[in-house]
């Protein structure tokens, strides 16, 4: 077997990108074709090399880190970006945790969908294959590389990653620790490549790199998955902003409501299961309101509230505008509204909700189900925060991304969302009747 090592840093020509995008989708689709052979067994222990190395070499993963965080303040990026950008200890050890989380799941390849032997004798099984060459695209958080390759890895495929620029020492840093271990196993180099991200078209060039990509995934802000999914000729995975909601309901028990709205916003609100916005049932909003607001302002968090919720909190709340209602903050900011019904709630939640994660927290069984229902969103919570949805909260060790499309894959996905299927017929002999 013959690898090639190109440094993932490489600057290369604007006029040569594309060919050098092309190129390298071509390594990967040759990767791919090796990684499909493996067995778990094999995938397992790389997957565990892996997560070892990330921890043996934090300090590399660091010193790059630190020096893309001073570029990043320097440059201006908000603190909720500068959270999302950040690791440390905690955050690398997570990151391996994910790999060897994802080493203990079933390889969802060559399992047998559907089968039958029909009349004629032919048998006909649907298994489960690789999808190919996975291209993300994504902003900000640099534990995504290692989260998107250890998916792809497990699941037989090859990962093309286009992170941020904000992110490209770390990101780099840990590709380079990913393809050593590659080495350690004989296995290609290729397998896991990280593209050019100072200049945007590297972006364009993978997303129409239509038959060397086989599925792309944008996960980011609303303006990178849009751009991806409009202007994509390789199949895409559309992933969602979180504009999530949290409905308080007239028959919440107050201090449970207390607590995963709280959670819901304060835990991390820099990331897309946060809360941005909460709903109060009118009959409870003058006990409860002003237990939220305090619970929320002693969290650090900013309120911009409707009129009802400004007369309870009166200058301390910022008056709520249109845009508000649709805001993914990625901040300490959460809007508030007061509402009339559980089906004003459905209604406000119907009218701007990402499709993300929506919740509600209600002792009353029949509102609770009327709720998962009629909300249309990728997951729905009761009585639990909006934190819970990620993928490795679900069992799925890492997530490649949330997806809140309708089509193929619907919210964390992982290993199973990154296979497509295979029909093998066995005959022996057999041959379709001239004229049948």
Same mark, same amino acid.
């Given at each position: 077997?013959?690898?090639?090592?190109?440094?993932?840093?490489?600057?290369?020509?604007?006029?040569?990108?594309?060919?050098?995008?092309?190129?390298?989708?071509?390594?990967?689709?040759?990767?791919?074709?090796?990684?499909?052979?493996?067995?778990?067994?094999?995938?397992?222990?790389?997957?565990?090399?892996?997560?070892?190395?990330?921890?043996?070499?934090?300090?590399?993963?660091?010193?790059?880190?630190?020096?893309?965080?001073?570029?990043?303040?320097?440059?201006?990026?908000?603190?909720?970006?500068?959270?999302?950008?950040?690791? =440390?200890?905690?955050?690398?050890?997570?990151?391996?945790?994910?790999?060897?989380?994802?080493?203990?799941?079933?390889?969802?390849?060559?399992?047998?969908?559907?089968?039958?032997?029909?009349? =004629?004798?032919?048998?006909?099984?649907?298994?489960?294959?690789?999808?190919?060459?996975?291209?993300?695209?994504?902003?900000?958080?640099? =534990?995504?590389?290692?989260?998107?390759?250890?998916?792809?890895?497990?699941?037989?495929?090859?990962?093309?990653?286009?992170?941020?620029?904000?992110?490209?020492?770390?990101?780099?840093?840990?590709?380079?620790?990913?393809?050593? /271990?590659?080495?350690?196993?004989?296995?290609?180099?290729?397998?896991?490549?990280?593209?050019?991200?100072?200049?945007?078209?590297?972006?364009?060039?993978?997303?129409?790199?239509?038959?060397?990509?086989?599925?792309?995934?944008?996960?980011?802000?609303?303006?990178?998955?849009?751009?991806?999914?409009?202007?994509?000729? /390789?199949?895409?995975?559309?992933?969602?902003?979180?504009?999530?909601?949290?409905?308080?309901?007239?028959?919440?028990?107050?201090?449970?409501?207390?607590?995963?709205?709280?959670?819901?916003?304060?835990?991390?609100?820099?990331?897309?299961?946060?809360?941005?916005?909460?709903?109060?049932?009118?009959?409870?909003?003058?006990? +409860?309101?002003?237990?939220?607001?305090?619970?929320?302002?002693?969290?650090?968090?900013?309120?911009?509230?409707?009129?009802?919720?400004?007369?309870?909190?009166?200058?301390?709340?910022? *008056?709520?505008?249109?845009?508000?209602?649709?805001?993914?903050?990625?901040?300490?900011?959460?809007?508030?509204? /007061?509402?009339?019904?559980?089906?004003?709630?459905?209604?406000?939640?119907?009218?701007?909700?990402?499709?993300?994660?929506?919740?509600?927290?209600?002792?009353?069984?029949?509102?609770?189900?009327?709720?998962?229902?009629?909300?249309?969103?990728?997951?729905?919570?009761?009585?639990?925060?909006?934190? +819970?949805?990620?993928?490795?909260?679900?069992?799925?060790?890492?997530?490649?991304?949330?997806?809140?499309?309708?089509?193929?894959?619907?919210? *964390?996905?992982?290993?199973?969302?990154?296979?497509?299927?295979?029909?093998?017929?066995?005959?022996?002999?057999?041959?379709?009747?001239?004229?049948?």
């Amino acid at each position: 077997m013959t690898v090639t090592q190109t440094p993932s840093t490489a600057q290369e020509p604007r006029d040569d990108l594309r060919e050098h995008v092309r190129d390298a989708a071509r390594r990967s689709k040759r990767a791919a074709a090796e990684l499909a052979l493996l067995n778990r067994g094999t995938k397992d222990r790389l997957l565990h090399a892996m997560a070892d190395a990330l921890v043996r070499r934090a300090p590399e993963v660091l010193e790059a880190n630190e020096r893309d965080i001073a570029a990043g303040r320097e440059s201006g990026l908000s603190e909720a970006l500068i959270d999302r950008l950040t690791l =440390n200890t905690g955050r690398i050890e997570s990151m391996a945790d994910g790999l060897r989380t994802v080493a203990g799941l079933p390889d969802p390849v060559g399992e047998v969908l559907r089968g039958q032997v029909l009349p =004629n004798g032919l048998q006909l099984r649907q298994v489960r294959v690789p999808l190919g060459v996975v291209g993300m695209v994504y902003e900000g958080r640099p =534990n995504v590389t290692v989260d998107a390759a250890g998916l792809a890895l497990k699941s037989g495929n090859s990962a093309l990653l286009r992170g941020s620029s904000s992110a490209a020492r770390s990101n780099d840093a840990e590709v380079r620790i990913l393809r050593d /271990v590659l080495a350690e196993f004989d296995l290609p180099l290729d397998a896991v490549q990280l593209l050019p991200s100072e200049d945007r078209a590297s972006v364009q060039h993978l997303i129409t790199a239509r038959g060397l990509v086989d599925v792309v995934i944008p996960r980011g802000g609303a303006g990178l998955i849009q751009a991806v999914v409009e202007n994509a000729t /390789v199949p895409a995975i559309e992933t969602g902003v979180g504009n999530c909601h949290v409905y308080v309901d007239r028959a919440a028990d107050q201090d449970t409501a207390l607590e995963v709205l709280v959670n819901s916003k304060a835990r991390r609100p820099s990331v897309c299961n946060s809360a941005e916005t909460f709903l109060v049932h009118s009959e409870i909003a003058d006990e +409860f309101l002003p237990r939220a607001l305090a619970a929320l302002a002693e969290a650090g968090v900013t309120v911009h509230g409707d009129e009802r919720v400004r007369a309870t909190g009166g200058e301390d709340v910022v *008056p709520a505008t249109e845009e508000d209602w649709d805001a993914e903050y990625l901040s300490l900011d959460i809007a508030a509204k /007061v509402v009339d019904s559980l089906d004003d709630a459905v209604e406000h939640i119907r009218e701007h909700s990402s499709a993300h994660t929506e919740a509600i927290v209600s002792a009353d069984y029949r509102a609770t189900q009327r709720f998962t229902a009629q909300v249309d969103a990728a997951a729905v919570m009761v009585n639990a925060s909006t934190a +819970f949805t990620d993928g490795g909260e679900f069992g799925m060790g890492a997530e490649i991304g949330i997806s809140t499309q309708k089509l193929h894959a619907r919210g *964390p996905m992982a290993l199973p969302e990154l296979t497509s299927t295979k029909w093998i017929a066995y005959g022996d002999g057999h041959v379709r009747p001239t004229g049948s």
